[in-house]
């Protein structure tokens, strides 16, 4: 089992950045592939971005490519997400979620556990 709880939402202005922290607790953090995801209302839950357990090998989606930055930090059992260049379209419940092996890891059906997720607002 792992518990993610996710930290670091809140409201910013078009142009602006803010840094998600999703914090893990429970089994060997290092031995999962983590990834974020996230959820406007009334669509589906798309894939940000992920990263591997031990290498550090990473993938994002086409939409934060060069504006979003996924890292982790397994002494201290966290994941980061940097957000800069944020954009009002980026706004939705950003979800953490964790999983064995990388691939698939692009879907949310790929992954075993989830946080309850944070909250980013970009007004225009």
């Known amino acids: 089992q792992v518990q993610l709880v996710e930290s670091g939402g809140g409201l910013v202005q078009a142009g602006g950045s803010l840094r998600l922290s999703c914090a893990a607790s429970?089994?060997?953090?290092?031995?999962?592939?983590m990834g974020w995801f996230r959820q406007a209302p009334g669509q589906n839950r798309d894939f940000v971005a992920a990263i591997t357990g031990g290498s550090g090998a990473t993938d994002y989606a086409d939409s934060v490519k060069g504006r979003f930055a996924i890292s982790r930090d397994n002494a201290k059992n966290t994941l980061y997400l940097q957000m800069n260049s944020l954009k009002p379209e980026d706004t939705a419940l950003y979800y953490c979620a964790a999983k064995t092996g990388w691939y698939p890891h692009r879907s949310p059906k790929d992954y075993a556990y989830w946080g309850q997720g944070t909250q980013v607002t970009v007004s225009s």
């Open positions: 429970g089994r060997t953090f290092s031995a999962y592939t």
